[in-house]
């Protein structure tokens, strides 16, 4: 049975009515703890290469012809993954590993994370000036993409002096 827009509507409008007698709500995003910056976040050694402090990871493998990008999370593994051997970009390209297979795949990569929400992850590519890294990560940038993770907001032990003020609290 399908359903009219007006039903949906109405749908949405009940469920996004804030309720005053609701106690306690339920939050089903997985990734609500990284976005609030409360998560638990591997720490691993600290001569370990490559290091593991991150919720995301980008991470670039390039081949001969193409190149792919992926969005590693540290539980669950590949998250988000784009590459130049998809048909939709593929088709579009003069070669999969040039100049411009870089900045498009860029284009594209964000675009996916911007959709999932994610537009903070952890980024070790250590690029040259006016090379093709730099510009898959000038493309990040200009999309949105913060290539820098927030650091954890650890709570504060009884005795620490200093206080963090926390994101989502508002102080006037």
């Not at 703890?33 to 290091?51: N, W």
């Not at 000038?138 to 927030?150: A, D, F, R, T, V």
């Amino acid at each position: 049975m399908k359903a009219s827009s007006k039903q949906v509507l109405c749908k949405i409008q009940q469920t996004s009515r804030i309720c005053n007698d609701v106690l306690y709500m339920v939050n089903r995003n997985p990734r609500n703890l990284e976005q609030l910056r409360l998560a638990y976040k591997t720490d691993g050694y600290h001569l370990e290469k490559p290091v593991r402090n991150f919720w995301h990871k980008l991470e670039l493998v390039t081949s001969k012809k193409y190149i792919t990008a992926k969005l590693i999370h540290f539980e669950n593994g590949t998250i988000i993954e784009c590459s130049t051997t998809e048909w939709a970009l593929k088709r579009h390209l003069y070669k999969g590993n040039d100049f411009t297979a870089h900045t498009t795949l860029g284009k594209a990569f964000a675009a996916r994370c911007l959709e999932a929400g994610l537009t903070e992850m952890r980024c070790d590519l250590q690029p040259a000036d006016g090379g093709k890294v730099a510009a898959f990560l000038n493309s990040l940038q200009e999309c949105g993409i913060s290539l820098k993770e927030p650091s954890r907001i650890r709570t504060p032990y009884p005795w620490d002096m200093h206080r963090p003020e926390k994101p989502w609290e508002l102080t006037e």
